[in-house]
């Protein structure tokens, strides 16, 4: 607050944190990383700040940011080269559990991000993201395992609200390859070696199909390391408490790559991925479905299911059109 001198005067504050590194604000919601208490999220109401919830997980933060629309989603990273994201449920119905922010996704990057910011590295179209539209949302760009001075990327699948039936991957005229309103779960990041890197949210759709592609390329072994590491090893979660696989995340890096495959390749892996796509039970029962949004409901509408057997029938072209949609998206 401000008083005739020239000074600024407490209004309110909250304790509980051992030292409090980063404030991200948006609104009248405030994001705090600790040192050590991972991360917060307070609102100002009423000339006081209250306590909405808090991860109760330990981890050393680097860096954080408030990611959507929506208000209920927060990236972070730690000393340890991680990703993650956390989402408060405010629809809960105990209080304990609306004061608990819970994990939703987990990566590896393998550098220290130690800066977050919300934006694009491209300019926003007001309604599509598709090769017609020149722009908009996709991957998230990552270090790549390979080398800490370059960029590689990876699809961060990120809540948000739905975006319309229409905008489905799996249909010819989709408007968005990443299934959501364009620019409005886009975040920026850098690393101490000097990358810049994006992360972009995916509709629970588009994360199916960037998601089989990726198992499908690390089945078919089309793409060798260039680490000796399997891509699995590398961009699973690691702290000193524990390591386990990534979640509810698409390593775009390694997808984007398709795009050096030869026409026999590609046909192998169209395969594989529509064999992914059909044997992928209803509930996607290896993803938090909650972490994103509905499904689009006309479901007949998807022009690339045979009407016969309503399975998954696409072409190696048209899964080179999403990837180079996606790709040129950064």
């Not at 109401?45 to 990611?67: F, K, Q, T």
């Not at 919300?118 to 722009?135: H, I, M, N």
């Amino acid at each position: 607050t401000y008083s005739s001198r020239p000074e600024l005067l407490v209004e309110c504050s909250h304790s509980g944190h051992i030292l409090s590194l980063y404030l991200k604000v948006k609104g009248d919601l405030l994001l705090i990383g600790d040192l050590v208490r991972s991360m917060t999220v307070l609102q100002y109401h009423g000339g006081r700040l209250l306590e909405l919830a808090r991860d109760y997980n330990s981890n050393y933060m680097r860096a954080v940011e408030i990611m959507g629309t929506t208000e209920d989603h927060f990236f972070g990273s730690d000393d340890h080269g991680n990703l993650f994201s956390l989402r408060r449920n405010e629809a809960a119905t105990s209080e304990d559990a609306r004061s608990k922010l819970d994990p939703e996704s987990e990566f590896h990057t393998g550098e220290f991000v130690n800066v977050m910011r919300r934006g694009s590295l491209v300019s926003q179209p007001a309604e599509s993201d598709t090769a017609a539209a020149g722009g908009g949302r996709g991957l998230q760009k990552l270090p790549d395992a390979s080398s800490s001075s370059t960029s590689g990327g990876e699809a961060a699948a990120t809540p948000s609200s739905g975006f319309g039936d229409s905008d489905s991957i799996f249909k010819a005229d989709y408007s968005t390859v990443t299934g959501l309103p364009p620019g409005s779960h886009s975040l920026l990041f850098g690393t101490v070696s000097g990358s810049i890197g994006c992360i972009l949210g995916l509709s629970l759709d588009s994360y199916r199909f960037f998601r089989a592609i990726e198992k499908a390329l690390q089945s078919l072994n089309l793409l060798p390391s260039r680490t000796g590491l399997s891509q699995q090893d590398w961009r699973s979660f690691r702290n000193e408490l524990r390591c386990s696989p990534q979640r509810n995340a698409v390593d775009g890096d390694l997808v984007e790559r398709v795009l050096d495959l030869d026409l026999a390749s590609l046909s192998l892996l169209a395969r594989e991925v529509n064999d992914e796509l059909n044997n992928l039970p209803p509930s996607c029962s290896n993803v938090d479905s909650n972490a994103f949004p509905a499904a689009p409901s006309s479901t007949p509408g998807l022009i690339f299911k045979n009407i016969g057997t309503n399975k998954y029938q696409l072409s190696a072209e048209e899964i080179v059109r999403r990837i180079e949609d996606i790709a040129r998206l950064h």
